[in-house]
């Protein structure tokens, strides 16, 4: 019962740590938009691990409740935030992205720094 419950719950809040890291690391790159592939990629990581964690672990919004982890519609818009911000990083997209769309998806950051503060005073 350890292995379904606790371990996944704990991953999941290293997760979040690693996302935390990632973006205060690149920060200066990230608002400054420059675009670097190595940067991209780590965020489109994060993205996808913290979008799969939330499928492994059992009963999720009852293991939440619990383990006081956050709730999976917050997970699930820090994912779509994440996925923005891998396309304004990585060189291949920034083509296709206008400005207007640029502005839009930095008020979103500003949102998914806001539920990245929530879940850590959660955890």
Known sequence: MLKLAIEPTQELKKIIG????????????????????????????????????IDIILWYPLMAKIFFLPKKSDIEKATKCLNMLYRHTSPDFRSLIKAPEINDDIFQLGELHEILKEIKEIA
């Open 18 to 53: 690693k996302i935390s890291h990632t973006l205060l690391v690149h920060e200066i790159k990230i608002t400054n938009a420059i675009a670097d592939e190595k940067i991209a990629l780590e965020i489109k990581q994060r993205s996808t691990e913290i979008a799969s964690q």
